[in-house]
């Protein structure tokens, strides 16, 4: 949808110049440079596009002229001054399927306007990136096009994040659809933050939940679980429960969860990571947050255990991990100091050797060897 024509004296504020893909109306027409269209300040232009994610371009209509920003040329993977700029130099470098979203020229004079879209571009040494491009034309005072301008945003990290969550979302529906696997979390102030796959197998909404994260529960077993959360997550401890949840198609299902603590490389706790799986399941393959969550809860008695009955020794342990001696007698004696990557490198180290921790009924951790 396009708004109508607007009358500004000049083209030149960049950040106002390149918002939408609509046309704009210009009391006093002068020409086209790359200063005039790009942000008031040239120096904070350069600096914001330092940074390698932004880049402004220019085109008038009447002489052809174009305009890159240093910082365009860069997004496109060029030297400024490399080649000439120009539309259809750039509209080349876009990539095949994404081409028809990015007019042509004649399209742009035609229309008088020059839509804003998100498209991908190859680069010459093959290297594809995702660019938002905010463009727009500004007209005489008779409505004739003069000139368009635009900026570019890099996106890709935006772009790859999101095709990583996508991934995600539809690896947990898999596994929830074949085993009623669900991970979830809450912080410290007990905000919840369900997934999908917990209102699809219980039949609550956001809303219902966020009033009250315990509404999962069913009434008779409800403020028990919730007493048992908030102590054993007040006092910092890893615990697991066996709750009856209601099911959306009707019925009823013992889950088993398991909660974890995040700590922070201070070790004070920023959130909690939880999965929930049917009670007659076994947990296996734990990772994440809820894998490093556990990890933090060990103690020195669980790695001494563990190493016995691995029949190492310190110094065996402490070759076996490519950590010092100092560091594992310390880890064993609970010295905080040394809490952190060493406890996930020791860990790790005896997760190789055979070794498992599992969290019972209680607030317990069971070491035992495969």
Not at 6 to 30: F, L, Q, W, Y
Not at 72 to 92: D, I, N, T
Not at 339 to 352: D, G, I
């Amino acid at each position: 949808m396009q708004r109508p024509a607007r009358t500004n004296p000049e083209i030149g504020s960049g950040a106002e110049a390149c918002r939408t893909g609509v046309a704009r109306r210009d009391a006093k027409p002068s020409a086209m440079t790359a200063e005039s269209i790009a942000f008031s300040s040239r120096r904070y232009l350069e600096l914001i596009e330092s940074f390698g994610l932004v880049g402004t371009w220019a085109w008038d209509f009447a002489t052809n002229a174009h305009a890159w920003s240093d910082g365009f040329f860069h997004l496109l993977g060029l030297e400024p001054g490399s080649v000439a700029p120009g539309y259809e130099q750039f509209r080349g470098l876009v990539h095949p399927d994404d081409r028809v979203r990015v007019q042509s020229a004649p399209e742009i004079l035609r229309r008088g306007s020059a839509e804003s879209c998100r498209v991908r571009i190859i680069r010459p040494n093959r290297e594809i990136r995702s660019l938002s491009l905010a463009n727009e034309v500004y007209v005489h005072p008779d409505g004739r096009p003069r000139a368009a301008a635009g900026v570019a945003l890099d996106v890709t990290d935006e772009d790859v994040a999101a095709r990583i969550q996508a991934t995600e979302r539809r690896q947990r529906r898999a596994i929830f659809e074949e085993t009623k696997f669900i991970a979830y979390s809450n912080s410290p102030d007990f905000e919840f933050r369900y997934p999908a796959e917990m209102f699809a197998l219980t039949g609550l909404t956001f809303a219902e939940t966020s009033e009250d994260p315990f509404i999962a529960v069913v009434p008779e077993e409800r403020e028990h679980w919730r007493e048992r959360s908030i102590g054993f997550q007040t006092a910092g401890l890893v615990h697991s429960s066996t709750p009856l949840v209601p099911l959306a198609e009707g019925g009823r299902l013992r889950l088993r969860t398991l909660s974890v603590p995040v700590r922070n490389a201070d070790g004070l706790i920023v959130d909690w990571s939880s999965i929930a799986y049917p009670a007659h399941d076994v947990a296996e393959g734990l990772s994440g947050n809820a894998l490093k969550g556990l990890e933090q809860a060990l103690t020195g008695r669980h790695l001494r255990a563990a190493r016995a009955l691995l029949d190492w020794s310190m110094m065996t342990f402490a070759q076996a991990s490519g950590l010092s001696f100092t560091t594992i007698r310390r880890l064993e004696e609970d010295l905080p100091s040394t809490r952190a990557n060493s406890l996930h490198v020791a860990v790790a180290t005896l997760r190789r050797a055979g070794i498992r921790f599992r969290v019972l009924d209680a607030s317990t951790i069971c070491v035992h060897r495969t």
